[in-house]
């Protein structure tokens, strides 16, 4: 789901230039071009890894700023570049390792003022991989539970309010992958398992724009399978939640059909 929003290219801009101005007192480097293994000291590595990013080379930056902590690693210098590397992988789309670069760092400096940030990191490296709806939801669920792991630790940061806002766009996400799949059980003719799709959209995403086709798509189950008490039951919610909703107005139209003796209204 790769939105690059403008907040969230703000909040990383923000969150990497603070890190990125520690580093402009060490001049650039005269050839930023090399990501071998060459002993260099500390200020010249940084800076050639620094100026990559800024030329836009994210891939061969994240490898410069590896080389940082590789080289030398007791540096004050290291903990900068261990965060940058996540970064600069996120920047050169190799979320993977945006992920591992983001997650090591949390294992040695947990309590450091940048963890917010690098929880965030996680959690969009998980949100832009998120596929369509007719793909493996994996990636979708875990890009919820970093995101919501965001908000918990850190509610009152700025990464806690953009990750609030991907949550309902994941959740939406997620409750549009359970209508698929009800559908097509659906049209298989598969009526019970269908239902089952569409109350765990009713269940666990109600929030989300799908709920009242959710509602609806059950009175279309329920008549199916023989039972109208239950079609006249999600009728009613969906008329008491959504009135002015077409997707009211033809399940109404549905009962009456099917079902004249019991009253969506």
Same mark, same amino acid.
């Given at each position: 789901?790769?939105?690059?929003?403008?907040?969230?290219?703000?909040?990383?801009?923000?969150?990497?230039?603070?890190?990125?101005?520690?580093?402009?007192?060490?001049?650039?480097?005269?050839?930023?071009?090399?990501?071998? @293994?060459?002993?260099?000291?500390?200020?010249?590595?940084?800076?050639?890894?620094?100026?990559?990013?800024?030329?836009?080379?994210?891939?061969?930056?994240?490898?410069?700023? &590896?080389?940082?902590?590789?080289?030398?690693?007791?540096?004050?210098?290291?903990?900068?570049?261990?965060?940058?590397?996540?970064?600069?992988?996120?920047?050169?789309?190799?979320?993977?390792?945006?992920?591992?670069?983001?997650?090591? /760092?949390?294992?040695?400096?947990?309590?450091?003022?940048?963890?917010?940030?690098? @929880? @965030?990191?996680?959690?969009?490296?998980?949100?832009?991989?998120?596929?369509?709806?007719?793909?493996?939801?994996?990636?979708?669920?875990?890009?919820?539970?970093?995101?919501?792991?965001?908000?918990?630790?850190?509610?009152?940061?700025?990464?806690?309010? &953009?990750?609030?806002?991907?949550?309902?766009?994941?959740?939406?996400?997620?409750?549009?992958?359970?209508?698929?799949?009800?559908?097509? =059980?659906?049209?298989?003719?598969?009526?019970?398992?269908?239902?089952?799709? /569409?109350?765990? $959209?009713? &269940?666990? =995403?109600?929030?989300?724009?799908?709920?009242?086709?959710?509602?609806?798509?059950?009175?279309?189950?329920?008549?199916?399978?023989?039972?109208?008490?239950?079609?006249?039951?999600?009728?009613? $919610?969906?008329?008491?939640?959504?009135?002015?909703?077409?997707?009211?107005?033809?399940?109404?139209?549905?009962?009456?059909?099917?079902?004249?003796?019991?009253?969506?209204?």
């Amino acid at each position: 789901m790769s939105d690059r929003s403008p907040l969230k290219i703000a909040v990383l801009a923000a969150a990497s230039g603070a890190l990125l101005l520690t580093a402009g007192c060490a001049g650039r480097s005269g050839d930023a071009s090399d990501t071998s @293994y060459v002993a260099r000291d500390v200020n010249t590595l940084y800076a050639a890894a620094k100026d990559r990013l800024d030329r836009g080379s994210a891939k061969q930056a994240a490898v410069l700023f &590896d080389e940082v902590e590789r080289q030398h690693p007791y540096s004050p210098w290291a903990r900068r570049a261990q965060l940058m590397s996540a970064f600069s992988y996120y920047a050169a789309r190799d979320y993977n390792k945006a992920i591992q670069s983001a997650q090591r /760092f949390l294992s040695i400096h947990p309590g450091n003022k940048d963890a917010p940030y690098a @929880y @965030y990191l996680i959690a969009i490296s998980y949100y832009e991989q998120i596929s369509d709806v007719t793909r493996d939801q994996k990636v979708t669920d875990q890009a919820l539970q970093a995101l919501t792991e965001t908000v918990r630790r850190y509610p009152g940061t700025r990464y806690a309010a &953009d990750a609030r806002l991907k949550i309902d766009l994941v959740n939406d996400h997620l409750a549009g992958k359970e209508m698929t799949v009800g559908r097509y =059980y659906q049209r298989s003719g598969k009526w019970l398992a269908a239902t089952i799709r /569409f109350r765990n $959209v009713i &269940d666990d =995403y109600q929030t989300t724009s799908h709920t009242p086709e959710a509602l609806y798509r059950l009175v279309e189950s329920y008549l199916s399978l023989g039972i109208p008490e239950e079609a006249m039951k999600a009728a009613a $919610v969906l008329g008491s939640n959504y009135p002015d909703s077409r997707w009211y107005r033809d399940a109404f139209r549905l009962m009456n059909r099917h079902a004249p003796g019991a009253s969506a209204s």
